[in-house]
């Protein structure tokens, strides 16, 4: 199984941004799909957004226009620019990839609030 490290989370004011990065420990080019979910204490982990090595990307609806995802195969990263940031994105933000058996990262926690 790949390895995925995530980074980027901390605190951040509402209308604050900020930029997780998700490093594979090996190339991804040959990965299909890779992306985002996150979760909060005693709900279901959700779907974020997700980006495939055909460039299919999609959002859940609820960041949509304020959530950008993109992916780097030279440096073997996939990023989540959050901007707009909400207090309701506040959460554990876990990286994914489909090999196509799914690999999780370890999660960085994202908290929007003044």
């Known amino acids: 199984q790949v390895q995925l490290v995530e980074s980027g989370g901390g605190l951040v004011q509402p209308g604050g941004s900020l930029r997780l990065s998700c490093a594979a420990s090996?190339?991804?080019?040959?990965?299909?799909?890779m992306g985002w979910y996150r979760q909060v204490p005693g709900k279901q982990r959700e779907f974020v957004a997700t980006v495939t090595g055909g460039g299919f990307i999609n959002y859940v609806d609820s960041v949509k226009g304020r959530f950008t995802i993109s992916r780097d195969n030279a440096q073997n990263t996939v990023y989540l620019q959050m901007n707009s940031l909400k207090p309701e994105d506040t959460a554990v933000y876990y990286c994914?990839?489909?090999?196509?058996?799914?690999?999780w990262g370890q999660g960085t926690q994202v908290t929007v609030s003044t």
């Open positions: 994914y990839a489909d090999m196509p058996l799914r690999s």
């Open positions: 090996e190339n991804i080019f040959s990965i299909n799909a």
